[in-house]
């Protein structure tokens, strides 16, 4: 059982992801990516973190997704770029090893040849995040919303350059939850009622 979860910041999908774990009795996967990457590689942990879900445009390769992924380090490899291959290995080798929700790091593509794969996009209006992270991040109402729209662009140009597709498009998950309404818990639940039709429908 693999599913993924790209998420809008502030909208809880790393919440709601952990609660799905645990509801479905399988494990997550989140800031452990970067840890199984460094461990998998010659990258230092601290490098794979640093690097974590940042678009940096290098300006250097023109090859497909696809290729980059698969090619060896046989060029001299930007750091971002060297930390993306090490987390495509490792989301691959921890999705072939046990099921898991995987949140973000292009997961859903990375995985989509998985026939069991469920993906799923949350995402909540923004005045309702900024106040979700205000609480969370003690921050004030203006910060809170910079560094929302912040985080999601990083996200957007990540996903987009990685993947040549377009984060938040619903074409590329089964299924996209707006968590304005309702707390991770409910969401949870929701999700975990959706994965269980499908498998009870295969």
Request: charged share 30%; aromatic share 10%; hydrophobic share 35%.
């Amino acid at each position: 059982m693999i599913i993924t979860i790209e998420r809008q910041y502030g909208s809880g999908g790393e919440k709601t992801g952990e609660l799905l774990a645990q509801r479905l009795d399988i494990a997550y996967f989140d800031k452990e990516i970067p840890t199984v990457a460094s461990k998998e590689s010659n990258i230092e942990e601290k490098v794979c973190k640093t690097y974590d879900e940042m678009f940096v445009n290098t300006g250097i390769y023109s090859l497909l997704p696809d290729a980059r992924a698969a090619k060896a380090t046989e060029y001299r490899q930007p750091l971002a770029e060297q930390v993306y291959l090490a987390e495509f290995n490792a989301v691959r080798k921890l999705a072939k090893e046990q099921s898991g929700v995987f949140i973000g790091r292009c997961s859903d593509y990375i995985l989509k040849e998985y026939a069991n794969a469920v993906h799923f996009f949350v995402h909540a209006p923004i005045d309702v995040r900024v106040e979700r992270v205000c609480q969370h991040d003690n921050l004030n109402r203006s910060d809170a919303e910079a560094t929302i729209r912040k985080i999601d662009r990083e996200r957007e140009k990540y996903y987009n350059y990685y993947t040549s597709r377009k984060w938040g498009d619903i074409c590329n998950y089964n299924l996209s939850i707006d968590t304005g309404r309702i707390e991770p818990d409910d969401a949870a639940i929701l999700l975990e009622q959706y994965v269980k039709s499908i498998s009870e429908a295969v």
